[in-house]
């Protein structure tokens, strides 16, 4: 089967022509600004951040050689030629990547509980009062916004060196993170459970727990997971700042330059987080089913 | 009023066995989950040293700190402080264009549509993951060592611990695309460059620059933090201000972080619309 093109006259395909070419060039236009000013933010972003490309240039080589010397051990033999050389720390390091582990489950799960209490009250739907509403909400959003390695440094202050500081870091910062997600599921919800326990003159407790919570647990329990996997991360370089776990092991290597287990450490601490994700991932799709991640 | 019928419980059980007697296993499995995960809390409450006396002192420390950073005052270095802001939004714009500059062939490589063959994409992928599974912060002390202290060591920090987490997020977007438009390149004779180009480029990139802004925002969260390892940026002011238990500069310092967040948040959520239009953002 073919089909006629209609194909116009001279007069009425030049105007057309003429009002495409007018369209793609003010699209043009308008991307091109858009380009220009992007760049010259990245110039300045460039001056600000004291780029020097002469120093990258000059120093690239020794980005090169610290993976070079990372993965070398001080007899000068690649290190995987003597695991037991390269790891000889192994036993000191599992240990405090226990400690990691422990900080960011015990501080996942207070913040978990924290959000827990906090989450209806920041609900929409749910939220007993308006102020209150906003008080919460405000509060959540004070929490994820402060890094949580600043509550740490503050905690030290408060509580003294330990894995105490970074736990309570860890705590208020999922606390923020959570509640926040938690209310989107919360508002996600059915409401219409809710009237019907309400019309049978529950309280407001009542009505939480026994229309609403059975409809999100699955989801909190599947939020709550992922954070874990991001605190695992971020317990990792608490630390640094003498807030407990592995960080501070690591620091030490890096800044005293015991080159080899500085890519020791890091290869467990990779080894870790890919089990944690793994299992993590392999629990979330036991419990939920494969499109519960979203 | 009508009186309801009784429910013939006798024929219900025998119809619904699972309902009315449980088997014993289902019924055990979520308060032995709870005990278990209560029992390892309990643990790491005792192993990481969480003893009352000592949390209870240092609430009350707390609380006497909070007091002493009220109100919030930057004394006299406000300059120094708006240009330690302006250098922690440099590293942050500067380290996550990199990263998504470089990361955008690299997603290539590791979307399934792109690249078939398992051999290329799995190496890729968990090179992305590697990289990904450390931290920000020690990327920064990484690269210290090669540029020397300063928020140039920042940006390449960002760049680098970014390009791990584009990468993963932009092989996603293309790995959504519709493969039509690559099959109509294809069809209309394009070699394999022209189906990228002209094929999945224009479905990806508006997810791609929807991705990149959400960066930006929680990168000026990270780049606030790697001025603690010296990386440049407020980090190091606010480091130094709490060693040395100056609260008011350091709520200050706070604020000034959460503003330029809440400022950031709300540009990039503007620029965010005004690049994807109405389309849902993936």
Redesign the interface.
């Known amino acids: 089967m073919t089909i006629a093109v209609s194909i116009l006259p001279e007069q009425q395909l030049a105007a057309l022509n003429a009002a495409y070419r007018q369209a793609v060039a003010r699209k043009r236009l308008r991307l091109f600004a858009g380009a220009a000013l992007f760049i010259a ?2 110039i ?9 490309l002469r ?2 240039f000059t ?2 080589g ?2 090169v050689s ?1 993976f070079d010397r990372i993965l070398t051990l001080d007899s000068g033999q690649r290190v995987w030629t003597d695991p037991r050389e390269w790891l000889w720390g192994w036993y000191k390091w599992g240990k405090l990547l226990g ?1 990691t582990l ?2 960011s ?2 501080g996942t ?1 207070i913040g978990a509980v924290c959000a827990f209490c906090l989450n209806f009250l920041a609900a929409e739907n749910t939220s007993p009062a308006p102020w209150l509403r906003f008080l919460v909400r405000r509060l959540l959003e ?1 929490a994820r ?3 949580g ?2 509550f740490a ?3 030290i ?4 060196l ?3 500081a970074g ?1 309570l870091a860890i705590a208020i910062h999922s606390t923020g993170a959570l509640g926040k997600l938690f209310a989107e599921i919360v508002e996600n919800a059915d409401m219409k459970p809710v009237e019907g326990v309400r019309s049978t003159g529950a309280s407001w407790l009542s009505c939480m727990r026994f229309a609403v919570l059975p409809q999100v647990s699955a989801g909190y329990v599947s939020y709550a997971l992922l954070r874990f996997e991001i605190n695992v ?2 317990s ?2 608490m630390g ?2 003498g807030a ?1 776990g592995i960080g501070q092991e ?2 030490v290597a ?2 005293k330059f015991y080159y080899s287990d500085v890519s020791a450490i ?1 290869l467990m ?2 080894l870790t ?2 089990v944690i ?1 793994i299992t993590t991932g392999w629990l979330r799709a036991r419990l939920f089913g494969r499109d519960a991640r979203s | 009023m009508r009186e309801f019928e009784k429910p013939d419980t006798a024929a219900l059980r025998t119809k619904y066995p699972d309902a009315f007697e449980r088997p014993a296993a289902a019924r055990l499995a979520t308060p032995a989950m709870i005990v278990a995960a209560l029992a390892v809390f309990i643990f790491g409450l005792n192993d990481l040293g969480f003893e009352p006396a000592r949390f209870i002192a240092g609430l009350k420390q707390l609380g006497w700190i909070t007091m002493m950073m009220i109100p919030p005052d930057p004394g006299t270095s406000l300059p120094l402080y708006l240009k330690a802001l302006g250098e922690t939004l440099s590293i942050a714009l500067l380290g996550t264009t990199l990263a998504a500059t470089l990361a955008l062939p690299v997603s290539l490589l590791a979307a399934r549509n792109i690249v078939p063959p398992n051999i290329i994409r799995f190496p890729v992928r968990r090179f992305l993951d590697s990289i990904r599974g450390v931290d920000t912060l020690i990327w920064a002390l990484v690269w210290i060592n090669v540029v020397g202290l300063g928020p140039f060591a920042g940006v390449l920090a960002i760049m680098v611990s970014d390009f791990g987490a584009l990468g993963k997020l932009f092989s996603e977007a293309i790995e959504a695309a519709d493969k039509k438009q690559v099959e109509g390149i294809r069809a209309s004779g394009g070699n394999a460059l022209h189906e990228i180009r002209f094929g999945l480029m224009p479905q990806v990139l508006p997810v791609i620059a929807g991705q990149v802004l959400y960066f930006i925002e929680s990168n000026t969260r990270s780049a606030s933090i790697i001025g603690i390892v010296g990386a440049g940026g407020i980090g190091l002011q606010l480091a130094e201000q709490i060693r040395v238990l100056e609260w008011q500069r350091v709520s200050f310092l706070v604020l000034m972080i959460l503003v330029a967040v809440a400022a950031i948040d709300f540009i990039s959520g503007k620029l965010r619309f005004a690049i994807i239009g109405r389309r849902a953002v993936a």
């Not at chain 1, 300045?44 to 020097?52: M, S, T």
């Open positions: 933010a990245l300045l972003a460039a001056i600000g951040a004291e780029v020097n120093t990258l120093y690239f020794n980005f610290y400690e422990l900080i489950y015990v799960l004070f916004t402060v890094p390695i600043v440094l503050i905690f202050m408060a509580f003294g330990g894995p105490m736990v991360r971020e990792s370089v640094f700042v407990g690591l620091v890096i800044r890091l601490i990779v987080i890919f994700d």
